[in-house]
């Protein structure tokens, strides 16, 4: 499994990703495997309303990604 093994680039990698539901978290790219499941680490939950919620590491399921944006150059 892809989660065991470093990421092929040295530099942290923060990312906004959008869920169906209109929910939108970002955070650290710590992992993924070939479904496009993700491992967010220090990860943030953009409320409605411009609340941010700490929700610490996560697993996000592939089919519930809509879109990925890199908040640096990549």
Same mark, same amino acid.
């Given at each position: 499994?892809? =989660? $065991?093994?470093? &990421?092929?680039?040295?530099?942290?990698? =923060?990312?906004?990703?959008?869920? #169906?539901?209109?929910?939108?978290? @970002? $955070?650290? &790219?710590?992992? =993924?495997?070939?479904?496009? #499941?993700?491992?967010?680490?220090?990860?943030?939950?953009?409320?409605?309303? $411009? @609340?941010? #919620? #700490?929700? $610490?590491?996560?697993?996000?399921?592939?089919?519930?990604?809509?879109?990925?944006?890199?908040?640096?150059?990549?």
């Amino acid at each position: 499994p892809a =989660f $065991g093994r470093p &990421l092929p680039f040295k530099r942290t990698r =923060f990312l906004v990703v959008k869920l #169906n539901g209109g929910r939108h978290v @970002q $955070g650290i &790219l710590r992992g =993924f495997d070939p479904f496009m #499941n993700l491992v967010i680490d220090e990860c943030v939950e953009m409320a409605p309303g $411009g @609340q941010q #919620n #700490n929700i $610490g590491m996560v697993v996000i399921r592939g089919n519930s990604i809509i879109m990925l944006e890199a908040l640096e150059r990549v």
